[in-house]
């Protein structure tokens, strides 16, 4: 096992960390999916489960040369990627405050949130989870793992994306729809 994998699973582990410590309403730890989440949850669960399994299997492949890349500096380059990943994702969770929760809904009081990064990105916190995600495959040295959790990564975000601005154009309605014309949807200048 490389050093990038033992690095990789620590910034893994700070990850649910900084989760379990940016939610503290009850709402916000409530696992049960609003009206409109359209099982978007659950596939982002399993897209993260799926990943997560595939860099703990890594080392494993790499040994049998399943995927396996031997150029070293690729780990290093995957790290950086998932400690940027990992500020994006607590810069957006920090922005929204109470509103940060785990499933789709809509909480009491809430609002559309246009400071940054929500004023560039409208999705900075998939951005951030997405970019943990490759900076991982790229860390654990595999580009079968990269592959994959790039596929999955991308795939069940656009879903989740989907259901959830449906959701926040339903419930905001005209002022969501001037803040979606204003802001790309998770990279500038691409989408």
Sequence with gaps: MTITTVLAYILITCYFVVERSLRKSKQALNLKPGVADAGSSQVLWASGVISILLIIAAPILNVYGVGYWSYGNVGWLGLILMIGGLAMRYWAAKTLGEFYTRTLQIIEGQRVVNQAPYNVIRHPGYLGTLLMEIGAGLAVTNWVVLLVAV????????????????????SFGEEYKMYADNTWKLVPFLY
């Design 151 to 170: 596929v999955i990564g991308i795939t069940s975000r656009t879903y989740r994306i989907g259901v959830e601005e449906q959701m926040l154009e339903a």
